[in-house]
């Protein structure tokens, strides 16, 4: 290759360099990145020349941009401890209807998954042969009810003839042992007689207990014995919902329960499979007596009136059981809750004369439940916390609150309870339980 096109080649080369590094710093402008920002000195010595401000060549910086957020400020409330578990609803009573006696099956008087009452008809079977069997047995009865009366006769002539010295004693000691045995005998006649009558009613299949029946297992005409189930029925009024919790969280709970001479009834409520509404309330009525090792939990069952009929058999449910409440703490909501490797902090609102910024501030958990979390210890009553836009938080991170009526003005008071105001996502927690808990059943 001569020399003329090797000098050629390395102007093309130098042109090309420069053009895409001119390229790349016209983008740089364009965008807002600054040029020099891997040289950190040069930055420096450049905003010290233009009297610590930053230039138009040399752009802004993105890190001090305020980050917007949304504030919410602690409140103090009452927080109640709510315990969620998974439960099944489960009958108060499962009974399986049969007939106490064989015979023909003539009749099926109830309708398939209706609720039936106690001592409701519900199935009859054939009654003749058991009439028959107690006309014979009355018969029987007549009869040895007139023996009875005819040997009591004679010992009565049998006694009048021995005054008389007419007879032998043993003659009137023989009558009168006739006598007792027709008094047995008859009040044997007696008993068969009721035990008939008893075997007659049976033929009318009764409901045993009150709820809801299930799907018939034998049909009308045929014939059944005392082991062919007819129809099974559970009773839901009251119904019971089975659930467990961890052990860890059930010794205070198993504390109050075994304590003598407490009546306390922990509330419970049963929440639909979305837990979306509240279907019944209820109360804690048992706790197993062992932890079950496989899984760690305990069971406990709670009892719902179900008056309304919204609780149905193996039902899935959603539990919440209220054990406890805390007084007087310092509430957030839980998604200004954040947990790290040193433990729970929230970002909180500190001023000075460059304008609002964060902090991270660890917390102490107390509890939480639902949209609320109670603070035992790292914040005071009117302390502002961010709520959302945390994402893109750090520590002494400038922000610009998006939400000012619900911050505080400096014309406040210090120490003011701001009641009146409530911050984004938050609300007095007594309200929010309350909307939770007052959801259309």
């Not at 008087?109 to 199935?123: D, H, I, Y």
Request: glycine share 8%.
């Amino acid at each position: 290759m001569s020399f003329k096109k090797l000098i050629f080649l390395a102007l093309f080369s130098v042109i090309l360099i420069g053009g895409s590094i001119w390229l790349w710093r016209a983008y740089e402008a364009r965008n807002g990145v600054v040029a020099d920002e891997a040289d950190p000195a040069a930055s420096h010595d450049a905003d010290h020349k233009n009297g610590g401000k930053h230039g138009p060549a040399s752009g802004r910086h993105r890190g001090d941009k305020p980050v917007p957020v949304l504030v919410t400020v602690v409140v103090k409330a009452d927080v109640p401890i709510i315990h969620s578990a998974l439960g099944t609803a489960i009958p108060s009573a499962v009974v399986t209807v049969t007939s106490r006696v064989n015979g023909q099956l003539i009749q099926v008087a109830f309708k398939e998954g209706e609720l039936v009452k106690q001592g409701q008809l519900l199935a009859k079977i054939d009654p003749k042969p058991f009439e028959t069997a107690l006309a014979q047995i009355q018969g029987q009865a007549v009869r040895n009810q007139a023996l009875l009366k005819n040997s009591q006769i004679d010992l009565e002539r049998f006694k009048t003839l021995q005054s008389q010295d007419s007879i032998a004693s043993q003659q009137v000691d023989s009558q009168a042992s006739l006598v007792q045995q027709y008094q047995g005998t008859v009040q044997a006649d007696h008993a068969s007689v009721e035990n008939a009558r008893l075997q007659l009613g049976y033929t009318n299949i009764i409901a045993p207990v009150s709820g809801r029946i299930g799907l018939r297992q034998v049909d009308s005409g045929n014939n059944i014995t005392t082991t062919n189930p007819i129809a099974v029925i559970n009773a839901i009024h009251p119904i019971h919902v089975v659930f467990t919790l961890p052990e860890d969280k059930i010794t205070q709970l198993v504390q109050q329960t075994h304590t003598p001479g407490s009546h306390h009834k922990f509330k419970v409520e049963a929440w639909d499979k979305a837990n979306n509404t509240r279907l019944a309330n209820g109360f804690l009525t048992s706790i197993d007596n062992q932890i079950d090792t496989t899984s760690g939990t305990l069971k406990l069952k709670a009892e719902f009136s179900n008056e309304d009929n919204r609780l149905f058999p193996n039902q899935f449910i959603n539990v919440r059981l209220y054990s406890d409440t805390i007084r007087n703490a310092s509430v957030i909501p839980v998604n200004a809750l954040q947990h790290g490797p040193d433990g729970s902090f929230v970002y909180k609102i500190v001023r000075d004369e460059k304008g609002d910024k964060v902090i991270l501030q660890p917390v102490t958990v107390g509890h939480t439940t639902g949209e609320i979390a109670a603070i035992t210890n790292g914040l005071a009553v009117n302390d502002q916390v961010v709520s959302s836009g945390i994402d893109k938080l750090k520590q002494n991170a400038k922000v610009k609150i998006k939400n000012p009526a619900n911050a505080f003005d400096d014309k406040d008071e210090p120490g003011a309870e701001k009641k009146s105001r409530r911050p984004h996502g938050a609300g007095s927690p007594d309200q929010t339980h309350k909307r939770r808990s007052d959801a259309p059943a």
